[in-house]
T-cell receptor
Framework: DQQVKQNSPSLSVQEGRISILNCDYTNSMFDYFLWYKKYPAEGPTFLISISSIKDKNEDGRFTVFLNKSAKHLSLHIVPSQPGDSAVYFCAASAGSNYKLTFGKGTLLTVNP | EAEVAQSPRYKITEKSQAVAFWCDPISGHATLYWYRQILGQGPELLVQFQDESVVDDSQLPKDRFSAERLKGVDSTLKIQPAELGDSAMYLC???????????FGPGTRLTVT
């Protein structure tokens, strides 16, 4: 039973446009959500996070939106740059031991 | 900038052999995690340490996998004997006790032949 789902295996956008990556979850106990970026042959890099008490968090070109009623979150990248091309993982945590449950990832390709 | 160190970066071993991976977390990070990532999947937690104590090893195949963090700093993950299905990326991450953000090392790519 996959508790964190990223239903789009891949996404392709033009440089300068907006990239929107989506994530759905099923566990109502999740109270913290994170996005990680991963380049080939490297470990995931922490990008941005959001607590369940918020509905939006912004950091530079990256904004994460959380819709608790729909159990849905999204990562917006504006403007997209070729260096943003990577696999993006959505992750969620429940409780004080901060164990992360990851989605399968979405491969973002930003074309020049 | 502080980083999580892992070695080796790549390991090829024959099935039934023993293999070990090493991780040195970011200084001051009391919590250490080992994940396994199979191609096309997200990382899955194998074991979580708080200092030298195991907090969660519910997904660790204990018949062949073992992990230790004897002095509460660096950690070793061992597989004995390795099986073909163990081929994957093994990732180590660390975090502050009070922090949910985990910082990952570069991983060890294991290939079992």
């Amino acid at each position: 039973d996959q508790q964190v789902k990223q239903n789009s295996p891949s996404l392709s956008v033009q440089e300068g446009r907006i990239s929107i990556l989506n994530c759905d979850y099923t566990n109502s106990m999740f109270d913290y959500f994170l996005w990680y970026k991963k380049y080939p042959a490297e470990g995931p890099t922490f990008l941005i996070s959001i607590s369940s008490i918020k509905d939006k968090n912004e950091d530079g070109r990256f904004t994460v939106f959380l819709n608790k009623s729909a159990k849905h979150l999204s990562l917006h990248i504006v403007p997209s740059q070729p260096g943003d091309s990577a696999v993006y993982f959505c992750a969620a945590s429940a409780g004080s031991n901060y164990k992360l449950t990851f989605g399968k990832g979405t491969l973002l390709t930003v074309n020049p | 900038e502080a980083e999580v160190a892992q070695s080796p970066r790549y390991k090829i071993t024959e099935k039934s052999q023993a293999v070990a991976f090493w991780c040195d977390p970011i200084s001051g990070h009391a919590t250490l995690y080992w994940y396994r990532q199979i191609l096309g999947q997200g990382p899955e937690l194998l074991v979580q340490f708080q200092d030298e104590s195991v907090v969660d090893d519910s997904q660790l195949p204990k018949d062949r996998f073992s992990a230790e963090r004897l002095k509460g700093v660096d950690s070793t993950l061992k597989i004995q004997p390795a099986e073909l299905g163990d081929s994957a990326m093994y990732l180590c991450a660390s975090s502050l006790t009070s922090g949910v953000e985990q910082y990952f090392g570069p991983g060890t790519r294991l290939t079992v032949t």
